[in-house]
């Protein structure tokens, strides 16, 4: 089992940046495929970003290509998720989730939130117009 635990959610302007932390703890952190995912009220939980377990392959969805990126420090037990020129429409709650299923790194399958069986809590990030 691994347990996650988000942070850096926060209230910011239109154009603005924030940097959003997940930090997980029991099973090898590297053993798992990461990502981000938003649920916006009254919307349906979408996918945001994947990234590989080395770390050496990622994905974003098109609505933030060029302005969110994935990363992870496998050292830390940390993937983070930098939210740049954020807009208003970025205004939801964040998830972080980790998958122990093994498909090819490039598989469309992690941009599903049911290959997903580990979630953290959630972070709000409200983006003011």
């Known amino acids: 089992q691994v347990q996650l635990v988000e942070s850096g959610g926060g209230l910011v302007q239109a154009g603005g940046s924030l940097r959003l932390s997940c930090v997980a703890s029991g099973r090898t952190f590297s053993s798992y495929t990461m990502g981000w995912f938003r649920q916006a009220p009254g919307k349906e939980r979408e996918f945001v970003a994947t990234?590989?377990?080395?770390?050496?392959?990622?994905s974003n969805a098109d609505s933030v290509k060029g302005r969110f990126t994935i990363s992870r420090d496998n050292a830390k037990n940390t993937v983070y998720l930098q939210m740049n020129s954020l807009k208003p429409e970025d205004t939801a709650v964040y998830y972080c989730?980790?998958?122990?299923?093994?498909?090819?790194?490039?598989?469309?399958?992690?941009?599903?939130?049911?290959?997903?069986?580990?979630w953290g809590q959630g972070t709000q990030v409200t983006v003011s117009s």
């Open positions: 990234i590989s377990r080395s770390g050496g392959t990622t």
């Open positions: 989730a980790a998958s122990d299923r093994i498909y090819a790194s490039t598989s469309t399958r992690y941009t599903q939130y049911t290959t997903y069986g580990h």
